[in-house]
């Protein structure tokens, strides 16, 4: 008989082994633990300043999400320079800065869960570049003459403290100068400076350079005041305008480079003076060269000087000539213009001048013949001047003739443009004006004239004149008056940077404020340059092609800035800039 008793209960424990069995390695639910992150990397590197990561070379977002079916996960670091962030399902790694040159100790992220198999990242970061930081930056050091005192832009900074922040294990500060003292403190990784007392009328000035291994120095500038009971160091600052009453001048507009059909120009004179006249010019200098189209000596193109007469405007035509003179050879006739190497412009010549000048002669004849005469000239268009050494060539004839004949030369005239673009043939221009100042102030003076050097008005609504013009300075527009201010430098010029050549502006442009020069006043006692102006932005000072940092200062003292030679100012506005004459600075021997 078959034993019922013994086989139920061998069912059960059989069933019960099973259920056991089975369970291992199951979950509460009966499912195998289970543990995975997204995106599924094993590697990633960060930047030496934890900002970016990069996996698989390209940059990611360190963030993962967690997927498991167990209660609970944990995400661990075994580096403290790295921290996990856990926020609902997902984790995020943040790296701290690297300031070290070399990478950090790999870290080991381990995302853990119950009996599910962990998930590993190792985490990488870069060593830092080489770095090198002083601060406060971007500012300079002014100390009091006395050297008491310092200020960092308008904030007091007394003791001068920098620090140093460099992940190398040496740097450097080192002064330029001897009156300035760099004290360092190497252990707190900053530096001290110091100033004695400045005995000199001038601002003292020099540069700290602070170095670390090969980067790029830091470059801290620093100055002194100058000592004001110190004597100038020059004996007068020659003014150009000494004699002019800002309160009743006349500030005439004048052309003075302006061609006709005598000679190269495409208008007749009548046209020429017209188109001027309606931009409110008051003087037109005629100058056609010396000479036709075609054959050796022509006539020019106005006979006399004159008034003429357009609605209420009472314009002064000035009988002018441009003289070709070729150093070597005798005059050449105008069609040989690519081996041209200088014009002059000549004015209120006589007849018996003219006589002589259709003369073929050498540069020193033509010169002795020229300033024998009553006539007033100057070199025109720098830029085109062939020579070698252009600034020998011009410094000889500035050296040749006397300041009362050969007044100065074209700065910026309609090809050579304005001193503020980025044209060549500009830089040309200004750097001879400023060369031939610098070879002979403060023995004589060289002054600035801007000129279109018209020849046509307008091609293809293109317009050639009316760019830039000489102001001349005069009590009353009449021939003497204006040939002494021509003598005497009393004029200044103008660039119009309303008007652009590209297309032919409204003759109301010319109404438009430009700047202007109010009053001028050099305090001989006190050795200074005071300009008052209106419809200006910004003024700057420049000596010997040097523009000053002076903060737009419209009172210079020369001595604070050790000048030489000369100085001169620019006054930019919304419509134009506005050129001085330069001041000339004889020193005591």
């Not at 940059?59 to 580096?79: A, D, G, I, L, M």
């Not at 007849?351 to 073929?360: E, F, G, I, P, S």
């Not at 091609?459 to 008056?481: C, K, S």
């Amino acid at each position: 008989m078959e034993n019922r008793f013994f086989k139920v209960p061998t069912l059960l424990f059989t069933a019960a082994i099973t259920a056991f069995l089975s369970s291992c390695g199951k979950d509460s639910v009966g499912e195998k633990p289970a543990l995975s992150i997204s995106p599924l990397v094993s590697e990633i590197e960060f930047s030496a300043d934890g900002k970016t990561a990069k996996a698989f070379g390209y940059t990611v977002k360190p963030e993962f999400w967690v997927q498991t079916n167990q209660p609970e996960w944990n995400p661990t670091s075994s580096q403290p320079w790295l921290d996990v962030s856990v926020s609902d399902d997902k984790f995020t790694l943040i790296a701290a800065e690297n300031t070290l040159l070399t990478a950090r100790t790999p870290a080991e992220v381990e995302i853990t869960a119950g009996n599910a198999t962990s998930v590993k990242i190792i985490v990488t970061q870069l060593g830092a570049a080489p770095s090198l930081k002083v601060t406060p930056s971007g500012n300079a050091v002014a100390f009091s003459a006395d050297g008491t005192t310092a200020k960092w832009g308008d904030d007091d900074f007394t003791p001068p403290v920098f620090a140093v922040d460099t992940n190398l294990d040496e740097w450097t500060a080192e002064p330029d100068k001897n009156w300035l003292t760099v004290v360092p403190d190497y252990a707190n990784n900053t530096f001290t400076l110091t100033a004695g007392l400045n005995e000199n009328p001038y601002i003292l000035d020099a540069k700290v350079t602070v170095s670390a291994g090969t980067l790029q120095p830091a470059v801290i500038t620093v100055t002194q005041e100058s000592n004001s009971v110190a004597p100038s160091k020059y004996t007068d600052i020659v003014n150009p305008y000494k004699d002019i009453n800002f309160n009743t001048t006349l500030n005439l507009r004048a052309a003075l480079h302006v061609h006709t059909k005598a000679s190269d120009g495409s208008f007749t004179a009548d046209e020429m003076v017209t188109a001027y006249a309606q931009r409110k010019y008051d003087v037109v200098a005629i100058t056609d060269h010396d000479h036709e189209k075609g054959s050796d000596y022509g006539p020019m193109a106005y006979g006399v000087t004159s008034y003429r007469t357009f609605g209420t405007r009472n314009i002064l035509t000035i009988q002018g000539v441009e003289i070709s003179n070729y150093p070597d050879t005798p005059i050449k006739d105008y069609g040989n213009v690519g081996k041209e190497n200088d014009h002059f412009n000549n004015f209120f010549v006589t007849n018996d001048a003219k006589a002589l000048l259709r003369q073929k002669g050498m540069k020193v004849d033509m010169g002795v013949q020229i300033t024998g005469t009553d006539g007033v000239m100057f070199l025109n268009h720098p830029w085109r001047c062939e020579w070698p050494d252009p600034i020998t060539f011009y410094t000889d004839f500035f050296s040749t003739y006397s300041q009362d004949r050969l007044i100065g030369l074209e700065v910026g005239t309609r090809k050579g443009g304005d001193a503020g673009s980025n044209s060549t043939l500009t830089k040309y221009d200004w750097e001879i004006w400023d060369a031939c100042l610098t070879a002979v102030a403060p023995g004589r003076n060289i002054y600035g004239i801007a000129t279109d050097d018209a020849h046509i008005l307008t091609i293809n609504n293109t317009n050639f004149f009316g760019l830039r013009w000489t102001e001349i300075l005069v009590p009353e527009n009449t021939i003497p008056n204006v040939k002494e201010a021509m003598r005497n430098g009393q004029m200044f010029f103008v660039h119009n940077l309303a008007h652009t050549t590209t297309v032919t502006p409204p003759v109301t442009v010319y109404d438009l404020p430009f700047p202007s020069v109010t009053n001028i006043v050099v305090n001989k006692e006190n050795m200074t340059i005071t300009v008052e102006a209106t419809n200006y932005t910004k003024i700057e000072w420049i000596s010997c092609g040097n523009t000053l940092v002076t903060n737009n200062k419209t009172t210079l003292k020369p001595d604070e800035y050790n000048l030489e030679k000369y100085v001169r100012f620019v006054l930019t506005g919304a419509n134009g800039r506005l050129y001085s004459q330069p001041f000339l600075l004889p020193e005591t021997e």
